[in-house]
């Protein structure tokens, strides 16, 4: 069974008025446990709004969610335990760090949760030294942080909750390229050792076929393609006709067929657009 799926999921923002965008066009996917599942797609293809529903942010204009097989709007009172079990990281989520000291933020969540002193203890510290945040950048205002260690301690929030499915809407935006593969190395290594499931949306695909098992593509509020990173990425000319990025769709394609994957050959077609 998979842990995450959604049946005919659609979505449509200011129904009913002039401004009526249908974002999200019956999606129906099914992510196994322990993917690690990159979700691509041009700007405005529905990523950002595929992904917050399901944590139960975004109620569904029709079509469900189902987490363990759950309907998670089944009852909608019961919204908020899903949040701990699947954990989202807004883009740039550094914007959302309120609390005195970067312990109390990293903390906020697992007291949400109703655990002890202790286990929430336990569960900073070890966010913490996931994302190589020092011990003493604790006691710190999060103001005092630079720039890198912000968006760590943000992302340090979400991992604490310890949820079952991570998901990450492009975590490592605004980063210089060192920032981007610490960020991308420590989600990695989390997602080996706990297992878990994890989500990573990102405008990079390289990024994307570096560290995924399956990649989701998003085109025009519809899912386009849902499949290991060679399925995807060897199917080019079509990608490059969804205005995603030739260059480094054709880079990926040609690494591919370097290591002998069978390829289609319309890929010079994207090359040369
Ligand atoms: P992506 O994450 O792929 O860039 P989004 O999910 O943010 O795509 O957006 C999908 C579509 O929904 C876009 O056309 C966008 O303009 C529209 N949209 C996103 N957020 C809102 C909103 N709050 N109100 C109205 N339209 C929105």
Same mark, same amino acid.
């Given at each position: 069974? #998979?842990?995450?799926?959604?049946?005919?999921?659609?979505?449509?923002?200011? @129904?009913?008025?002039?401004?009526?965008?249908?974002?999200?066009?019956?999606?129906?996917?099914?992510?196994?446990?322990?993917? /690690?599942?990159?979700?691509?797609?041009? &700007?405005?293809?529905?990523?950002?709004?595929?992904? @917050?529903?399901?944590?139960?942010?975004? @109620?569904?204009?029709? $079509?469900?969610?189902?987490?363990?097989?759950?309907?998670?709007? *089944?009852?909608?009172?019961?919204?908020?335990?899903?949040?701990?079990?699947?954990?989202?990281?807004?883009?740039?989520?550094?914007?959302?760090? +309120?609390?005195?000291?970067?312990?109390?933020?990293?903390? /906020?969540?697992?007291?949400?949760?109703?655990?002890?002193?202790?286990?929430?203890?336990? !569960?900073?510290?070890?966010? *913490?030294? +996931?994302?190589? =945040?020092?011990?003493?950048?604790?006691?710190?205002?999060?103001?005092?942080?630079?720039?890198?260690?912000?968006? !760590?301690?943000?992302? *340090?929030?979400?991992?604490?909750?310890?949820?079952?499915? =991570?998901?990450?809407?492009? #975590? &490592?935006?605004?980063?210089?390229?060192? $920032?981007?593969?610490?960020?991308? $190395? @420590?989600?990695?290594?989390?997602?080996?050792?706990?297992?878990?499931?994890?989500?990573?949306?990102?405008?990079?695909?390289?990024?994307?076929? !570096?560290?995924?098992?399956?990649?989701?593509?998003?085109?025009?509020?519809?899912?386009?393609?849902?499949?290991?990173?060679?399925?995807?990425?060897? !199917?080019?000319?079509?990608?490059?006709?969804? $205005?995603?990025?030739?260059?480094?769709?054709?880079?990926?394609?040609?690494?591919?067929?370097?290591?002998?994957?069978?390829?289609?050959?319309?890929?010079?077609?994207?090359?040369?657009?």
């Amino acid at each position: 069974m #998979p842990i995450l799926e959604t049946k005919e999921l659609s979505y449509v923002y200011g @129904q009913g008025t002039p401004f009526e965008k249908t974002a999200v066009d019956h999606v129906s996917i099914a992510i196994d446990e322990g993917e /690690f599942v990159g979700v691509i797609g041009h &700007t405005g293809s529905g990523k950002s709004t595929l992904v @917050q529903h399901l944590n139960g942010l975004i @109620q569904p204009t029709s $079509g469900t969610v189902l987490v363990d097989g759950r309907d998670i709007w *089944a009852e909608p009172k019961k919204i908020r335990s899903v949040r701990f079990e699947v954990g989202l990281c807004f883009q740039y989520p550094e914007h959302q760090l +309120f609390a005195e000291t970067v312990y109390k933020d990293i903390a /906020f969540g697992p007291q949400n949760m109703g655990l002890n002193e202790d286990e929430v203890n336990n !569960r900073v510290k070890s966010a *913490a030294q +996931f994302v190589s =945040l020092k011990p003493e950048l604790l006691e710190k205002s999060p103001f005092d942080l630079s720039g890198g260690e912000k968006r !760590r301690a943000a992302i *340090a929030g979400v991992l604490a909750m310890e949820p079952k499915v =991570l998901i990450l809407d492009e #975590p &490592t935006a605004g980063l210089d390229p060192k $920032g981007r593969d610490v960020i991308l $190395g @420590q989600i990695r290594e989390y997602q080996k050792e706990r297992g878990s499931t994890v989500l990573l949306v990102s405008h990079s695909m390289e990024d994307v076929a !570096r560290v995924s098992s399956k990649v989701l593509v998003m085109n025009e509020s519809k899912c386009a393609m849902y499949g290991t990173v060679d399925q995807v990425f060897t !199917r080019a000319s079509e990608l490059a006709g969804m $205005g995603l990025n030739i260059p480094q769709v054709t880079r990926i394609f040609l690494g591919l067929k370097a290591r002998g994957y069978d390829v289609n050959t319309c890929v010079y077609t994207a090359r040369q657009g």
